[in-house]
């Protein structure tokens, strides 16, 4: 047995993180990745926050030719995508990736090379769509970039900088979405169950899940319009019995949760700042808890009220309108609740704090005017106008970035060691919140005078001059509140006092930890028996539960990244899951991926092949399991002395959760393709389009009976792994992979001889494209297939547990081909013929 | 903390104050203002957001000055888990909003009735062009563009339908939007119950010139209306002087025709506002410019610098070309 101070030696030595040129682009640690995100959207932030300026200037007087209209149309766009997509959700991702493991008492999220991809695609995707001003395309339709003015018939390359800027952003939500979810689900130390989960971890648990929905529903819009731009399909296209409104039906089904996907984490933080300064627990956790799902579950069902000026039924609206005002009951949960908590407790108002504060304000007077312009005919009057651009600048502004200052200033001692300034912290407080009400309060009135939104000058017979030069004043005292943030910041990266572990006697896990913490986070694994478990002594009996084990691992593994996993609700351990040390795969993986996008940008698509061919091999070089070291794991002795296993499988192992992610992002991508077909049908006035046959159903019945025997076998494969079965397990992978190649063939002969080319019309276009997304699925359980078979044959001496795993997410994904392929069939082959 | 915060919110009350006087001023037009209804759909409107203001106004209130006694009213034991405080989240955050809200559902739904479409005599049909409004009266015969000719006290059917991209469709002071979409044709109603000019604009996004994409509607008395209908019915043909028919030639030798109409003549294109009746219209340029003769000449000669990115180009004609261009036009009453 060593000494504490050697095994700590030893400890950080497994998690020394890649020093100098090239190591940095092998980086894998959370907070690294966690901090980089912070930073690179930070970035973009004030990036974001510069154009904006630029519209101030422009907009001050009427009539003004300081930008012109294609600029500020360009301006206006970059600055809402920039804050949308590069700026809010990749920050609170960045934040989430890095406080996680430390507030559950885990050492690393669940799939570090996983999180460095994300970040690199998030870093390349952001980095496209400024390259757009070096290519003198920027693009100019919008954040929401509706059709039909971002067909290929009004806007040219510059549409396409950014629908494929905006995918690589969205592959980088989804991946730290999986992330979130899975870390939250498995890392958790001992004893934290569900019910004691910190509420900033709730909000991102609940999050990430509306991530996996949202995203990749917005993900097979933007691939849907891309398809349109650059090979000719017809989904949008309506000459050729495309539909524009589909579009902004996909987009909002996005777009609003997507608020509530920033808000709510906002509010995580604001539940963890309020008890730690009001010192006392949250009031009302279960009612806070019981919002956050509320929220997320409803965001859902609002994105019509975006469409409120678009004709659609009266009684569609009334809906819409009824969830929207639902919604607002959710967020009085929660303001009522930090109220009570902090009734009565003379709240020290330190500088998180006052920014909490801030938030309040803002985001009631911002959700009032919310639950006004829910109202169908109020809506009616302002949607559009800048009512609604002050409305939400108060919610986003308000609601998202005072709760991300105040998470800032509240969290920063922890990741830099270092103690902001506290007068600096009032100045920029002040300087931005009446910055902000001086550049948006006045937003409200000139919407009801007649100002719509997106216009780059306005006449001067509308009078607004006044209002407009408050405004433009009221913004660069915004912009100075941001800038004394960030002077405070770097200050105190090198002059600020020492913070300690503790600085604002928190309850939470993070506290606990040294600031800043080394990069295995935890030498011992905390155990937790409340909801503040750095305000309340354990409970003699849950210690002792996990003490031994908790002992066990101090400082172990040391010769390899691990750290501890526990069951999904109650938190008891379950085994010890291996992480990844430094690698370069993940940026080779990114790069192949920019490079994908960037064949389709500039119509090289042999280039594009190249690079997907590229991104197969790296994801063969990242999954390929190395033989020897699953025996080293296999063998160790922690299993041993833990009695925990160090190759879990089912659902004691992190792969098993996020093929479940994975299954969630590919049945929402394939589900908008459905809600497309219907859709686009429903609108047609004869279907197939053109008087086009109905498809034929032979070859489509007969590949459905091949696909279910393999999904049949599939399911049955990993039922027990033993040496004598592994011959029959082999046969049964082969099997598999031969009904999804068997599948897949007949699907090709279909198209093929078809006679219908995919440009056609919308439905040839929903024909080809449905079809297609089904047979992804088949192939990709037949290549996880034909790999176990490679496995079973080629290499006998694989720990059974890593087998037994490899054929359980075949398994899991056989359930996706399951649902896909039998949706695929039914919507494509079967309804067109019996209804 | 507390000198500044007592020092800031009088500051930002008085300036709320000083906006709301600023908006009260008697001096401004408000021909683009939804809190100056001239019809029964914005005078309801209006009517809704006065309510919403005062019910929301009291809320906001409320929630800050009980945030403040938390903040700094006086010491209170803990309230952790405590029945009152779950009790005090229930009541004021779930059983008051769920009343005032179901209030507000039901006030919803109510003026969506009180706003259906009424029935009318006359309909207009507004087609949004990259970025200029045609207007055309199907039961009349009369197409025209940039302005439409109401008569007062008459409910009017409006059908929207765009030729490109979507655009929508805003008069605060008569109606709420409605978009214009290129594959569906929706529905929307004015009225007018007050002569005078109501302007309007395009309120969703359309490309690079959305923002001059104005118009006005003209409330007229009914008689009134009549007389501009028998106008707009027969192309007034005056016997052209030989500059302005001069101007004649100069329009279809630099193929004006092409984008314009002139009914009566053999120009018939359709890209551009059909300029019958051009020399009677108030703006030009979508609401951009007073139709005058400075005005009239400078577009012709160059449309770009008014209004840059727009779809008519710049003309190279001579001086002279140009005078009986617009001495031409200037004929078309």
């Keep these: 047995m060593h000494s504490k101070p050697e095994n700590d030696r030893r400890l950080a030595a497994t998690w020394e993180p890649a020093h100098g040129f090239p190591g940095v682009l092998s980086e894998v640690n959370n907070q690294v990745i966690g901090v980089r995100f912070m930073v690179t959207a930070f970035v973009f932030f004030l990036i974001g926050g510069i154009l904006a300026l630029l519209m101030r200037v422009q907009l001050t007087v009427a009539e003004n030719d300081f930008l012109g209209p294609q600029k500020y149309n360009e301006l206006f766009t970059m600055h809402g995508s920039t804050m949308m997509f590069l700026f809010a959700v990749p920050f609170l991702e960045g934040l989430a990736l890095y406080l996680l493991p430390m507030m559950i008492g885990a050492r690393d999220v669940a799939f570090p090379r996983l999180t460095a991809y994300g970040y690199w695609v998030y870093l390349f995707g952001g980095v496209l769509f400024y390259v757009s001003f070096l290519a003198g395309a920027v693009p100019d339709i919008g954040w929401f970039g509706y059709t039909p003015l971002s067909t290929s018939r009004f806007t040219g390359i510059s ?369 937790v028996s409340s909801r503040h478990p750095l305000w309340s002594t354990q409970t003699p009996d849950e210690s002792s539960k996990y003490s031994e084990l908790c002992l066990a691992m101090a400082g172990e593994p040391h010769d390899w990244r691990g750290t501890l996993v526990t069951d999904a609700t109650e938190a008891n351990p379950q085994a010890i899951q291996f992480l990844p040390s430094p690698c370069y795969v993940p940026f080779w993986t990114a790069v192949a991926t920019l490079a994908a996008a960037v064949g389709i940008l500039i119509q090289a698509y042999i280039l594009s092949a190249f690079a997907i061919l590229a991104l197969v091999i790296c994801l063969v070089i990242w999954l390929y399991p190395n033989t020897d070291q699953l025996n080293q794991l296999a063998q160790s002795d922690l299993a041993t002395t833990t009695d925990l296993s160090t190759l879990p499988t089912s659902t004691a192992s992190v792969v098993w959760w996020a093929t479940i992610g994975f299954n969630i992002i590919t049945g929402s991508s394939f589900a908008a393709l459905i809600y497309s077909y219907f859709y686009i049908r429903l609108f047609s006035s004869q279907w197939p389009q053109d008087g086009l046959p109905n498809p034929s159903l032979s070859a489509a019945l007969f590949g459905l009976f091949v696909v279910v025997c393999g999904v049949w076998v599939a399911r049955r494969l990993p039922l027990t792994v033993s040496q004598q079965r592994l011959k029959s397990q082999a046969f049964g992978s082969i099997a598999v992979a031969l009904a999804c190649s068997m599948y897949i063939g007949l699907q090709v002969w279909d198209l093929t001889s078809c006679g219908l080319s995919p440009s056609k019309n919308a439905y040839t276009s929903l024909f080809f494209v449905i079809t297609a997304a089904s047979m992804l699925c088949a192939l990709v359980v037949g290549a996880f297939s034909v790999f176990a078979a490679i496995r079973l044959i080629c290499n006998r001496h694989i720990p059974q547990s890593s087998i037994q795993l490899h054929l359980e997410i075949i398994s899991l994904l056989s359930v996706l081909l399951f649902g896909v392929s039998i949706l695929t069939f039914t919507t494509v082959y079967l309804t067109p013929i019996i209804f | 903390m507390h000198v500044k915060m007592q020092k800031v919110y009088p500051l930002i009350i008085l300036l709320i104050i000083a906006m709301s006087a600023n908006l009260a001023g008697c001096h401004q037009s408000h021909n683009q203002s939804m809190l100056y209804p001239a019809g029964p759909a914005a005078a309801h409107i209006a009517w809704v957001w006065w309510f919403l203001f005062f019910v929301c106004t009291a809320i906001f209130l409320i929630v800050i000055l009980l945030t403040a006694v938390a903040i700094w009213g006086p010491r209170s034991a803990t309230r952790h888990e405590s029945t009152l405080g779950n009790r005090f989240i229930i009541f004021s955050g779930i059983v008051i909003p769920g009343f005032i809200l179901l209030a507000l559902l039901v006030v919803s739904v109510r003026s969506q009735v009180v706003l259906g479409m009424p029935s009318t005599k006359l309909t207009v049909r507004v087609t949004g062009h990259m970025w200029w409004w045609e207007v055309e009266y199907p039961e009349l015969g009369i197409v025209t563009a940039n302005e439409i000719h109401i008569p007062v006290g008459q409910p009017i059917r409006i059908e929207l339908i765009s030729a490109d991209v979507i655009h929508s469709l805003w008069v605060p002071n008569l109606q709420g939007k409605m978009d214009l979409l290129p594959d569906k044709i929706n529905a929307t109603w004015m009225l007018a119950e007050e002569q005078g000019i109501y302007r309007g604009q395009c309120a969703e996004y359309c490309g690079v010139q959305h923002a001059w994409m104005g118009l006005e509607v003209i409330a007229i008395p009914p008689e009134r209306f009549n007389q501009w209908k028998q106008g707009r019915q027969k192309h007034s043909r005056v016997t052209l002087s030989q500059s302005e028919r001069n101007g004649f030639d100069v329009f279809f030798k630099v193929a004006c025709h092409n984008c314009h109409a002139i009914d009566g003549t053999s120009a018939v294109g359709v890209r551009g506002p059909n300029l019958t009746h051009l020399a009677s219209r108030r703006t030009i340029g979508a609401g951009l410019l007073e139709n005058n003769h400075g005005n009239l000449s400078g577009w012709v000669a160059d449309p770009q610098t008014a209004k840059p990115g727009n779809l008519m180009p710049r003309t190279h004609i001579n001086s002279t070309d140009l005078r009986s261009l617009v001495e031409y036009l200037e004929t078309l009453k």
């Excluded at chain 1, 995918?167 to 130390?189: C, D, M, P, Q, W």
């Excluded at chain 1, 304000?361 to 006004?372: D, Q």
């Excluded at chain 1, 800038?483 to 913070?499: E, H, Q, R």
């Design chain 1, 159 to 527: 549409t396409d900088f950014w629908l494929l800027g905006l995918s690589l952003v969205e592959v980088a939500g989804l991946t730290a979405a999986v992330e979130i979810v899975v870390t939250i689900l498995k890392f958790r130390a001992p004893g934290m169950t569900i019910g004691r989960l910190p509420l900033f971890v709730l909000s991102l648990l609940v999050v990430g899940v509306m991530i996996l929905i949202a995203f990749s529903v917005l993900l097979t819009a933007t691939v849907m319009l891309e398809l349109d731009r650059a090979f000719n399909t017809a989904f949008f296209d309506l000459t050729r019995g495309g539909n524009n409104l589909l579009w902004q039906h996909l987009f909002w089904f996005f777009g609003h949760p997507e608020v509530y996907i920033m808000f709510l984490p906002a509010t995580g933080i604001i539940s963890m700042v309020i008890p730690t300064f009001s010192r006392r627990p949250i009031v009302g956790y279960v009612w806070i808890a019981v919002a956050i799902l509320l929220t997320g579950f409803v965001s859902f069902g609002l994105w019509v009220h975006h469409m409120f000026a678009a004709g659609l039924p009266d009684l569609a609206m009334t809906f819409f309108t009824a969830a929207s005002l639902m919604i607002a009951i959710a967020s009085g949960i929660q303001i009522f609740s930090w109220i009570a908590t902090m009734w009565g407790s003379r709240p020290t108002l330190s500088v998180p704090m006052l920014y909490t504060l801030g938030f309040i304000f803002l985001f009631v007077l911002g959700g009032l005017t919310g639950v006004m312009i829910a109202m169908v005919p109020f809506d009616q009057q302002v949607h559009d106008t800048y009512f609604i651009v002050a409305h939400f600048h108060y919610v986003l502004i308000g609601g998202v970035i005072f709760p991300i200052f105040s998470g800032i200033y509240y969290w920063t001692p922890k990741i830099s060691g270092r103690l902001l300034t506290p007068w600096l912290g009032y100045a920029s407080f002040w300087s931005t919140f009446i910055g902000f009400n001086l550049t948006f309060f006045p937003m409200h009135i000139m919407g009801f005078l007649g100002l719509p939104r997106r216009v780059y000058t306005y006449p001067k017979e509308l009078q607004l001059e006044t209002y407009n030069i408050v405004a433009t004043t009221g913004a660069a005292l915004l912009g100075l509140g941001a800038i004394l943030l960030l002077a405070d910041l770097i200050y105190s990266l090198f002059k600020g006092k020492i913070a300690g572990d503790n600085p604002w006697h928190a309850d939470s896990l993070e506290w606990s930890v040294a600031s800043p913490p080394p990069n295995y986070t935890f030498f011992i694994f905390p155990i």
